[in-house]
């Protein structure tokens, strides 16, 4: 399981954003702002790729509340996520 604990705070989304990967699920956190909203844009793809070496078509977007609350809804997310997609992640190489 993803833990939110790993995931940093708010401060760190500022500067840029987190990669990371849980047995075969990739995935990216990553402040977002269009006109004068900003948002958590939480992204998943099967691995192995980096996020920029993967087709869009593969990767899956949701978005959350720019807040530490919205980080640990992402971190929520993501482990939900691979929980109903498990068997995609275990063929996966890692």
Request: proline share 5%; net charge negative.
């Amino acid at each position: 399981m993803i833990e939110r604990k790993d995931l940093f705070s708010i401060p760190f989304y500022n500067k840029t954003q987190y990669t990371g990967s849980h047995l075969g699920m990739r995935y990216r956190i990553e402040k977002h702002v269009e006109d004068d909203s900003t948002t958590l844009l939480a992204t998943w793809w099967p691995g192995p790729y980096c996020f920029t070496a993967t087709p869009d078509e593969q990767k899956k977007t949701n978005t959350f509340e720019y807040s530490n609350e919205g980080i640990g809804q992402a971190c929520n997310w993501l482990n939900q996520v691979y929980t109903e997609n498990a068997d995609l992640f275990k063929t996966v190489p890692i």
